[in-house]
C-alpha cells in the first residue's frame, strides 16, 4: 500500500506546472523594455527608465470583491482579470505615475488549468491596456479553503514617476474645472449591495437571474455587472503631459463624495454638476429595484464616473481635446470653489433649482 501525495491532499502539482506553461507566453506579450528575465523564477526584475529624472516608485493592491461571486455563477472568467488591473494602475496613475509592471495573486481551492488560464489572459489584456508588464505572480492551491470552481484574486502594481511631476493636489485652487471620465458600469466596487438588489427578492420585486435581459439594459444582467473596468492609464498621463492637471481622483467605493475630496486640499469644495453625464442604466435599475436612497447610492456607486481631473480653466480645453483623441470622452463635471476658512475639503452638488 503506498502513502499518501500531495495530490491525494488535494493539491496538483502537475496542474501548477501545467498552468505556469500556459503563462509563460501570456505574459510575454505584455514585456516592456524595462523588464529583466523571465516567468517563472522566483522573482520578477525589472529596471526603472532612464528617461525619467528622479524617479519615485509608486504602488497600488487591490482585488476585485464579491464581482467574482458573479463571474462564478456566469462561469465567465475572461474579463475579471481586467478589473484585477484596473483597480491598481487607476489608483498609481492618480499621483501622475506611469504603469511599470504587475503581479498577481490567484488562489483556488481546486487548480483548473483552462480557468486560471482565462483568468491569466484577462490579467495580461489588462497589462497591455495600462502599457505595463505581467512580471509576475502565485497561484495557491488550498484545498478546503474555497468551494470547488471558485477562487480569489489579488492585484500588485508598481509605477513611476518623476519627483518633481507628482500630483498631490497641492496645487488646486478655487476657479479650477473637473474633468470627468465615464465609467463604463459598477467597475468593481458596490457589488454586494447591487447582487442584493438585483440577484433576491426585494419587497414585491422578484429577484432576476444573470440571463434575465430588462428592456432598460438592453443587455443580460451577467453582460451588464462583469462589464470590465475601464483602464485609465494612458488617457490620463497623456492629459498630465499638457500640463494644468493639478489632481487626479479614482472614484472607487465611496462614490464621488468619498474620493474627490480626498485630492483636494483644506478650503476646496468641489461643486459637482448632476446633468453633467448619462448616468448608465445599471445604476438606475439598481436603485429601483432595490428601494435605495440617492445618498446610499452616492457613496456606494461611482454612478457613471470613473475618474475625475482637477485642472487648470486655461488648460481644460486642451485636455478635453487630448482625453478625446486617446479615446475617452471626457465632460466638464463642476468645478472648484473656495470653503469657509478652518474647513476642510468638501464636495456638493450644483442646485438645478437655483437660479
Not at 481546486?110 to 491596456?129: P, R
Amino acid at each position: 500500500m503506498s502513502g499518501l501525495t500531495y495530490k491525494d491532499s488535494g493539491v496538483d502539482i502537475d496542474a501548477g506546472e501545467r498552468l505556469v506553461d500556459r503563462i509563460k507566453p501570456i505574459a510575454a506579450r505584455t514585456r516592456t523594455a524595462e523588464v529583466m528575465g523571465s516567468v517563472g523564477g522566483f522573482a520578477g526584475l525589472c529596471n526603472l527608465p532612464s528617461d525619467i529624472e528622479d524617479p519615485v516608485l509608486v504602488s497600488g493592491t487591490d482585488g476585485v470583491g464579491t464581482k467574482l461571486k458573479v463571474a462564478f455563477a456566469a462561469d465567465r472568467h475572461s474579463t475579471i482579470g481586467i478589473d484585477l488591473v484596473a483597480m491598481c494602475v487607476n489608483d498609481i496613475v492618480t499621483c501622475g505615475a506611469r504603469p511599470l509592471f504587475f503581479l498577481d495573486y490567484f488562489a483556488t481551492g481546486g487548480l483548473d488549468v483552462d480557468q486560471g488560464a482565462s483568468v491569466i489572459e484577462g490579467i495580461a489584456e489588462g497589462c497591455l491596456q495600462a502599457g505595463c508588464a505581467l512580471l509576475g505572480g502565485e497561484t495557491a492551491e488550498l484545498p478546503g479553503f474555497y468551494k470547488t470552481g471558485e477562487y480569489d484574486l489579488a492585484g500588485f502594481s508598481v509605477g513611476v514617476v518623476g519627483r518633481a511631476k507628482i500630483i498631490d493636489g497641492s496645487r488646486v485652487a478655487a476657479g479650477n474645472v473637473l474633468i470627468g471620465l465615464p465609467s463604463t458600469g459598477l467597475h468593481s466596487n458596490g457589488y454586494s449591495l447591487a447582487r442584493k438588489a438585483l440577484l433576491h427578492a426585494v419587497g414585491d420585486e422578484a429577484p432576476l437571474s444573470l440571463e434575465d435581459t430588462p428592456e432598460a439594459l438592453g443587455k443580460s444582467v451577467a453582460e451588464a455587472l462583469l462589464t470590465p473596468t475601464r483602464i485609465y492609464a494612458k488617457p490620463v498621463l497623456a492629459a498630465i503631459e499638457q500640463g494644468g492637471v493639478h489632481a487626479v481622483s479614482h472614484i472607487t467605493g465611496g462614490g464621488l463624495p468619498g474620493n474627490l475630496p480626498r485630492v483636494l486640499p483644506d478650503g476646496c469644495c468641489a461643486v459637482v454638476d448632476r446633468s453633467a453625464w448619462q448616468e448608465p442604466a445599471i445604476f438606475q435599475l439598481i436603485q429601483q429595484r432595490g428601494q435605495i436612497q440617492e445618498a446610499e447610492m452616492d457613496r456606494t456607486f461611482n454612478r457613471g464616473v470613473g475618474m475625475v481631473l482637477v485642472v487648470a480653466q486655461e488648460r481644460a480645453d486642451v485636455i478635453i481635446d487630448t482625453l478625446e483623441l486617446a479615446g475617452e470622452s471626457p465632460f466638464r463635471l463642476g468645478n472648484i470653489e473656495a470653503s469657509e476658512a478652518g474647513q476642510g475639503a468638501s464636495l456638493r452638488y450644483l442646485d438645478a433649482s437655483a437660479p
